[in-house]
Nanobody, 127 residues
Framework: QVLLEESGGGLVQAGDSLRLSCTVSGHTLRVYTMAWFRQAPGKEREFLAAFRWPGGNTQSADSLKGRFTVSRDNVKNTVSLQMNSMSDEDTGIYYC????????????????????WGQGTQVTVSS
């Protein structure tokens, strides 16, 4: 069992930066792929970024244009999402996801590839 808990959400102004964290507990040594998704009101869940290890393959949504960066801290068992130059279009609920099995690179962007999800954290960007 893998438990995921997001934190760091809140209200920011357009142009600001925000860093989200996902604390991982449970069988962390078995976690192979982790990702961040978000869901805006009235829209489908959207892939943001993911990475897989061993190997360290990283995927990011092209629409983000490099504004978001995913990273992990093995000591703290956390996965972070650094978000820069935020706009009101970044408003939504942000979710951390994990998959215990390895996955092909093309599947890293698909929500259906992930077995475990956090409860989500709200991010609101005020323009």
């Amino acid at each position: 069992q893998v438990l995921l808990e997001e934190s760091g959400g809140g209200l920011v102004q357009a142009g600001d930066s925000l860093r989200l964290s996902c604390t991982v507990s449970g069988h962390t040594l078995r976690v192979y792929t982790m990702a961040w998704f978000r869901q805006a009101p009235g829209k489908e869940r959207e892939f943001l970024a993911a990475f897989r290890w061993p190997g360290g393959n990283t995927q990011s949504a092209d629409s983000l244009k490099g504004r978001f960066t995913v990273s992990r801290d093995n000591v703290k068992n956390t996965v972070s999402l650094q978000m820069n130059s935020m706009s009101d279009e970044d408003t939504g609920i942000y979710y951390c996801a994990a998959r215990l099995q390895s996955v092909i690179v093309s599947a890293m962007r698909q929500a259906s590839s992930y077995n475990y999800w956090g409860q989500g954290t709200q991010v609101t960007v005020s323009s």
